[in-house]
């Protein structure tokens, strides 16, 4: 049964950091692309980043600011958010990528982890 417990989202200012967590289980994470995906109010949950192998990719919205990492040991996907901006508020979500067509793998979905920068 696959499950992804994202963690480490909050409240922070404009330009502040945040590092999200996301903790997988029940499938060879080593074998899979995995990708952080947000949805804020009113819009559709979207990729905006994922890792595998020795590729990487980002939405041009968040390049440059956003790093995204793996631990395979740890069946872990990070992501390293600096110089947030208000248009950043969402919920994040870590999925397994498709990556041809940027869309989920996973039908499951954890709880997410909810990112709010405001002044």
């Known amino acids: 049964q696959v499950q992804l417990v994202e963690s480490g989202g909050g409240l922070v200012q404009p330009g502040q950091s945040l590092r999200l967590s996301c903790a997988a289980s029940?499938?060879?994470?080593?074998?899979?692309?995995m990708g952080w995906f947000r949805q804020a109010p009113g819009k559709e949950r979207a990729a905006i980043s994922w890792?595998?192998?020795?590729?990487?990719y980002y939405a041009d919205s968040v390049k440059g600011r956003f790093t995204i990492s793996r631990d395979n040991a740890k069946n872990t996907v990070y992501l390293q958010m600096n110089s947030l901006k208000p248009e950043d508020t969402a919920v994040y979500y870590c999925?397994?990528?498709?990556?041809?067509?940027?869309?989920?793998?996973?039908?499951?979905w954890g709880q997410g982890t909810q990112v709010t920068v405001s002044s």
């Open positions: 999925n397994a990528v498709e990556i041809k067509t940027t869309a989920a793998i996973f039908r499951s």
């Open positions: 029940g499938f060879t994470f080593s074998s899979y692309y």
């Open positions: 890792s595998g192998g020795r590729s990487t």
